[in-house]
């Protein structure tokens, strides 16, 4: 998409057909985008991805099926260099906070003026996302809240949960290195990012924590 010299590719999913043909239309006048095909629904979506392969796509959340949230994701596997733009009528936090983790890249309302959708496109082609003004200050307004404390193994790799299940029960680098087929200096690595993770001084607090969180048996 460097350079924009051929037209942005543009997929609507959206499964009312006179938000489609609206949307067709409208930007169907703007310079340098060009609708690609319509879906009415996420599966027709990812299907005509995989068949036209659009730079944006403009998803809308609600659809019987799979919504919204859920095609996002699936279309971001398969291609993560697509952005993809949610145009709903939903604010809601259920909805909105979930399509932004799968990897939603701009977030728009339906009430949006045309051009502040073409614009959104091109910005989105530019590599820069678009957040409505209400949808952006709900995002500051979660980050501003203090966060919950979360348990500190909740940060721990699976390997290292495996290395601190075994340290807990009074295996030494070696023993644990023989049991997980691994070599004694990756245990030694691997002890170091479990007491830094856990805040811990050293492996005797490492395993009460792994015993009080039921971590060990």
């Not at 073409?118 to 209400?134: F, M």
């Not at 500051?140 to 299940?165: C, F, G, I, S, Y």
């Not at 990756?186 to 492996?203: E, M, P």
């Amino acid at each position: 998409m460097k350079g924009l010299e051929t037209p942005i590719k543009v997929l609507l999913v959206d499964d009312h057909e006179m938000v489609r043909i609206g949307l067709a239309a409208v930007l169907g006048t703007e310079d340098g985008i060009e609708v690609v095909g319509e879906a009415s629904n996420g599966i027709e979506g990812i299907r005509l991805a995989q068949e036209y392969r659009p730079h944006v796509v403009l998803m809308d959340l609600v659809m019987e099926g799979m919504d919204g949230i859920e095609t996002t994701r699936k279309l971001l596997e398969l291609y993560p260099e697509c952005k993809v733009i949610v145009l709903t009528s939903f604010l809601d936090d259920e909805k909105m906070y979930p399509v932004i983790e799968a990897g939603a890249f701009s977030y728009l309302l339906k009430t949006s003026r045309a051009t502040e959708i073409a614009e959104a496109i091109r910005a989105a082609a530019r590599g820069q996302s678009v957040l409505e003004s209400q949808v952006a200050s709900k995002m500051m307004n979660r980050l501003r809240q203090p966060k919950q404390h979360a348990a500190a193994h909740e940060d721990l790799t699976e390997r290292e949960m495996d290395v601190l299940r075994l340290l807990a029960e009074g295996k030494s680098n070696q023993d644990i290195a023989d049991a997980l087929f691994i070599g004694i200096k990756t245990v030694k690595f691997h002890v170091t990012n479990i007491l830094a993770k856990l805040g811990v001084d050293d492996r005797t607090q490492a395993a009460i924590y792994a015993y009080k969180n039921g971590l060990a048996e």
